[in-house]
């Protein structure tokens, strides 16, 4: 079995994100918070962005462990 580094990476991003969008929508109403990014709720949305990716390394890493499917045409 191989180390791939895709799995941890992953769980990584998407526990932050988790975290940081959560963080953002409990921050919501909150307009004082948010007055330097021009109103931008930026925990939120950077945290999506890090849950997506982290997804997608996670979906990466699946396919990469499924056993090839082998062709029974081949001579």
Request: glycine residues 10%.
């Amino acid at each position: 079995m191989q180390l791939d580094i895709r799995i941890p990476m992953g769980l990584m991003f998407t526990i932050i994100g988790v975290i940081l969008a959560g963080y953002g929508l409990l921050t919501w109403s909150d307009a004082e918070l948010y007055k330097l990014s021009l109103g931008y709720n930026v925990n939120f949305w950077w945290g999506l962005v890090l849950s997506a990716f982290g997804g997608v390394m996670l979906y990466f890493a699946r396919l990469a462990t499924r056993p090839e499917k082998k062709d029974s045409t081949a001579p």
